[in-house]
């Protein structure tokens, strides 16, 4: 018997699209995904992945490495393993088949990073309904690095938003839901560094974007550390490092719900 279900949201996106028609593989990063994941199936929770089309997601390529496990190959082993060994890892659901199916039994919602979310959740309309109820329900939600970017898909017109954003301009969003929230993302200066093992440049940032639209930013300035920040049913962190005390703070707010009978799925 599962103690509760958190769906899992992850980019459909296995390129990303830099400045000058530039083309960088992307996906999600292994221990963003694979840490949080594990902490939350080994304590009873069941996972439901989803992405926009219902395809098989990406690894990046950069996160399949050993460094992001501590040096521990078969620790970094043994994660890559329970993810591509997850049920619906090969094909997850849609964002319409899961708005379809309803989200009243879901008890909270994580988003893992990575550069993808950047590429095609950041302007998906589902996306923007989905977070909506658990915005309005008050369900943890729950994004790392990147991944804190899918929440600019919840308002009245992402698209334009993002392509805004994309082309430099700073309007800001409408009837955006996280407004005036306090989060943290991965940072200007630790993109800076991303970009330079790139050799191209972001259509925009994730930081900037974030701060825009209206968001209260949080972040570690020194490069590569852990950071993580709750404001009301909102955890963010800000990169690699932040893996642990995003997940074990994740799991505490899903266990602290799962006690109060009145949110029982």
């Excluded at 309803?102 to 994580?110: A, K, Q, T």
């Excluded at 990169?239 to 949110?263: C, G, I, Q, Y």
Aim: charged share 20%; with cysteine; hydrophobic share 40%.
């Amino acid at each position: 018997m599962f103690l509760g279900k958190v769906l899992v949201i992850l980019s459909s996106a296995h390129q990303l699209e830099l400045s000058g028609d530039k083309l960088w593989p992307t996906g999600f990063y292994l221990n963003e995904f694979g840490i949080p994941a594990q902490y939350l199936t080994h304590r009873g929770y069941q996972l439901v992945l989803a992405n926009p089309q219902g395809n098989r997601p990406a690894i990046d390529s950069t996160s399949d490495d050993p460094s992001f496990f501590g040096n521990d190959k078969e620790r970094h082993q043994q994660v890559k393993q329970f993810i591509t060994g997850l049920p619906d890892f090969a094909k997850p659901k849609t964002f319409k088949e899961i708005l379809d199916e309803g989200l009243e039994s879901y008890d909270g919602i994580f988003v893992p990073g990575g550069h993808a979310p950047m590429q095609d959740l950041i302007n998906d309309p589902h996306l923007g309904r989905i977070l909506l109820h658990f915005h309005q329900a008050g369900k943890p939600t729950a994004m790392i690095c990147h991944g804190p970017v899918a929440t600019l898909a919840a308002q009245d017109d992402p698209e334009g938003f993002f392509q805004n954003a994309r082309a430099g301009r700073s309007l800001p969003p409408r009837n955006w839901i996280y407004a005036d929230y306090e989060m943290t993302v991965f940072s200007n200066i630790e993109e800076r560094l991303a970009e330079a093992k790139m050799h191209g440049k972001l259509k925009f940032r994730a930081e900037t974007a974030l701060k825009n639209a209206g968001a209260k930013m949080a972040v570690a300035w020194i490069p590569g550390s852990a950071k993580v920040v709750e404001d009301r049913e909102l955890i963010t962190a800000q990169n690699p490092a932040s893996d642990e005390e995003f997940a074990k703070l994740f799991l505490t707010r899903l266990v602290e719900r799962a006690l109060v009978p009145s949110h029982s799925a």
